[in-house]
């Protein structure tokens, strides 16, 4: 494997080139053959990884540890209110710092502003584990698990339904970088962020990719090849519009009738957690077009490629 990215950061799809994601998502392929098969993979013996996490995690966290640990890495989760950022050191000193200790900061916060100010104070890189604009990590995991199970991303379809947030945006920018289809279906007033939408409408200009952002629930799941769910109420930075929120999307919800009407091949894909009754039923969640458990697993992956391609220099 040449790991052209050493030393970048992975801040986000919008840094990202199409040729960049697709070396990331062999790496992760490779990486999961060796981890299936049980080759030895540990190929960041010693290095050490900071670990920033100021929102609740299960899978981004856990996923970063196992990937970590398998690859001979160590992890130290710092929690944000013993950091001295917490009694207003500057994200600046902190970063330069921790700079100093780790090979690596994996962080997981709210505006994007703050992994890009971590990355420019320092040299090791930044991984965004999550912030309001995008969930790069989340969009490999996903590229990963779509190539598995449908073989190539040329021809396919995605329907996404859910909040249109981080997890969207991503997964929108690495739709168009490899030529997929993707219908957002969402109410009125629910809309993709411009300077994602921008970009993604760049990137479907060279790859043919189709976009759009629907109210007809039907249109988006007509030929879809991935029907693509997520909660409606992210992460408890909506809970005062919850109720309303839930009300907006009822009728977005993806249960055994949206999924008739999807392809019949169709895979169910979700990045978790979901809310029976809400976005999703119980049916799907367990039917057999349902993958989110594959995906979940995926997120090691993704991560472990995204550590051994930004750190390990060919």
């Known amino acids: 494997m040449k790991h052209y990215l050493a030393g970048k950061d992975y801040l986000g799809l919008l840094y990202y080139t199409p040729g960049q994601m697709n070396e990331l998502i062999e790496i992760a392929q490779d990486l999961k053959r060796k981890w299936v098969m049980g080759e030895p993979h540990a190929y960041l013996r010693d290095k050490a ?3 920033v996490f100021e929102k609740k995690s299960t899978r981004t966290r856990n996923s970063f540890h196992a990937a970590a640990t398998a690859l001979g ?3 130290f989760y ?3 209110d013993e950091l001295q950022t917490s009694r207003g050191e500057s994200i600046a000193d902190t ?5 100093r200790y780790f090979d690596g900061l994996y962080i997981r916060t709210f505006g994007q502003e703050i992994v890009e100010e971590f990355a420019q104070n320092m040299k090791h890189p930044v991984i965004n584990a999550l912030t309001a604009l995008e969930h790069p990590c989340q969009a490999l995991c996903d590229l990963l698990t779509i190539k598995e199970k449908k073989g190539d991303f040329k021809g396919v379809k995605i329907c996404y339904a859910g909040d249109v947030y981080n997890v969207c945006n991503s997964l929108l920018l690495g739709a168009t970088m490899f030529g997929m289809d993707m219908s957002i279906a969402a109410p009125k ?7 994602i939408w921008e970009r993604a409408l760049k990137q479907a200009e060279v790859s043919g990719s189709k976009i759009e952002v629907t109210q007809n629930f039907d249109q988006a799941l007509r030929g879809a090849d991935v029907v693509y769910g997520n909660t409606w109420h992210s992460m408890g930075e909506n809970e005062e519009e919850k109720d309303k929120r839930i009300k907006d999307w009822m009728p977005y919800q993806i249960n055994s009738s949206a999924m008739a009407k999807a392809d019949k091949n169709a895979v169910f894909m979700h990045c978790l957690p979901g809310y029976i009754g809400e976005d999703m039923t119980e049916d799907v969640k367990e039917g057999p077009q349902s993958v989110i458990f594959d995906q979940g697993e995926n997120r090691m992956h993704a991560v472990k490629a995204i550590l051994v391609a930004t750190t390990i220099r060919s």
């Open 49 to 51: 990884y900071a670990m």
């Open 73 to 75: 890495a160590q992890s």
């Open 78 to 80: 710092l929690r944000p």
């Open 95 to 99: 970063g330069r710092i921790l700079d």
């Open 189 to 195: 007033g629910y809309d993709v962020p411009p300077v």
